[in-house]
């Protein structure tokens, strides 16, 4: 069964930075793209950043690009979202997700975490 579990959330002021990491188990982590997403409250889940399998392919979203940056360790299993110049705005559940190629569509993904919280204070 496959299982992806994130971590690293956490309260952080603005202006500040966080690096969120997800940990995948049964699956073929190298054969699929990884993505961040995230949802505040009163708001749909939205997409953040994928990275595809090989690490050549790399997309964000337009409110993090040059914020953030996603990477990937395909000998750990591990994504990671480094997260700079966090703000208010930022304030969200960041989940991860596996899908077969790289989309920022949240319905390509066929497999999701349980999220994390990442609150940005101002």
């Known amino acids: 069964q496959v299982q992806l579990v994130e971590s690293g959330g956490g309260l952080v002021q603005a202006g500040g930075s966080l690096r969120l990491s997800c940990s995948a188990s049964?699956?073929?982590?190298?054969?699929?793209?990884m993505g961040w997403f995230r949802q505040a409250p009163g708001k749909e889940r939205s997409f953040v950043a994928a990275?595809?399998?090989?690490?050549?392919?790399?997309s964000y979203g337009d409110s993090v690009k040059g914020r953030f940056t996603i990477s990937r360790d395909n000998t750990k299993n591990t994504v990671y979202l480094q997260m700079n110049s966090l703000q208010p705005e930022d304030t969200a559940v960041y989940y991860c997700?596996?899908?077969?190629?790289?989309?920022?569509?949240?319905?390509?993904?066929?497999?999701w975490g349980q999220g994390t919280q990442v609150t940005v204070s101002s």
């Open positions: 997700a596996a899908a077969i190629r790289l989309s920022r569509t949240r319905d390509q993904y066929d497999y």
């Open positions: 049964a699956l073929t982590f190298s054969a699929y793209t």
């Open positions: 990275i595809s399998g090989s690490e050549i392919l790399t």
